[in-house]
């Protein structure tokens, strides 16, 4: 909690005192808050040791600016010249998903599955090289009611499909690298 507040406290001066601003600050932090909360749900730190759950930073108000397509390209493009691939899927995903920071970040391979799809148009666009259509499959919490959730189910494109499956094989590659395996 204590760095979790230093963060807070240099990030949230304005950006001409040399922090990010209120809502940069308060975004940075929301987004810790959330990976942090997925290293609680699988057991990387302790249940309940989530340092981020209470930053003390109010909510900026919403901003209504929305990107324009070029300014999406951009951002991918800058991703992939700063050797930062899984930033550009990550916007990639959010862009044609449409889902919270939240549900990508818990983004999992258990979750790619086949899905049935039966108009035969969005099948042939959605189908890869087999002629299988794949998928995001998870349970989305709703904020409005803690005891509601939704089964989604998303197709991806064969294109954005391509990109998941080879991140999933080079992280797959990478964990039984480690010393010792992470299987």
């Keep these: 909690p204590a760095r979790v507040r230093a963060l807070r406290d240099a990030t949230a001066r304005p950006v001409e005192a040399g922090g990010l601003g209120h809502a940069s600050a308060f975004n940075l932090l929301r ?21 981020a759950r209470n930053f003390d930073l109010a909510a900026p108000p919403p901003r209504r600016r929305i990107w324009k397509a070029e300014h999406e390209a ?24 449409a889902q919270r920071e939240g549900d990508l970040i818990g983004f999992t391979e258990p979750q790619l599955n086949s899905l049935d799809i039966f108009d035969r148009r969005m099948r042939e666009f959605l189908a890869g090289e087999d002629g299988t259509v794949k998928g995001w499959t998870f349970e989305q919490g709703k904020t409005s009611n803690q005891y509601a959730a939704r089964e989604m189910a998303i197709p991806l494109s064969a294109a954005l499909l391509a990109k998941v499956a080879a991140v999933l094989r080079t992280n797959r590659a990478r964990d039984r690298a480690r010393t010792p395996p992470v299987l």
């Design 31 to 51: 987004l810790l808050r959330q990976v942090m909360a997925f290293a609680e749900n699988v057991d990387l730190i302790a249940k309940g040791s989530n340092p």
């Design 74 to 97: 951009a951002f991918i493009a800058a991703a992939y010249e700063l050797n930062m691939p899984s930033m550009a899927l990550a916007i990639e995903l959010a862009l044609f998903t």
